[in-house]
């Protein structure tokens, strides 16, 4: 049984920072592509970073491109992180983590993409 268990968000202030993890388990963890993303109040769910199996490349939403980086743990392959810096009051919303098994065909920050959710953290910023 897949499982993915994400952690760290919390309240900050604009400007601030927050790392999230997503902890993994139930599967041959690094040949799965990996995402988050975001659905704030009221609005649909949107793909805000990937990162791919095996050599990692990394994907980003336009609006979070410079400020946010997805990173998987190289001791603990069954974790990846979401570094986010700058945060503004528009990246408010509950946060999931998503996998997937290896495929060619593969739409990084699609989210019909993506086999396996956590249940989200909440990421609340203020102006």
């Known amino acids: 049984q897949v499982q993915l268990v994400e952690s760290g968000g919390g309240s900050v202030q604009a400007g601030g920072s927050l790392r999230l993890s997503c902890s993994a388990s139930?599967?041959?963890?690094?040949?799965?592509?990996m995402a988050w993303f975001r659905q704030a109040l009221g609005k649909e769910r949107e793909g805000v970073a990937a990162i791919s199996g095996g050599p990692g490349f990394a994907y980003y939403a336009d609006s979070v491109k410079g400020r946010f980086t997805i990173s998987r743990d190289t001791v603990k392959s069954t974790t990846i992180y979401l570094e986010m810096n700058n945060l503004k009051p528009e990246d408010t919303a509950m946060y999931y983590c998503a996998a997937r098994p290896p495929n060619q065909s593969w739409v990084p920050l699609q989210l019909d993409q993506y086999k396996y959710w956590g249940q989200g953290t909440q990421v609340t910023v203020s102006s």
């Open positions: 139930g599967y041959a963890y690094s040949m799965y592509a």
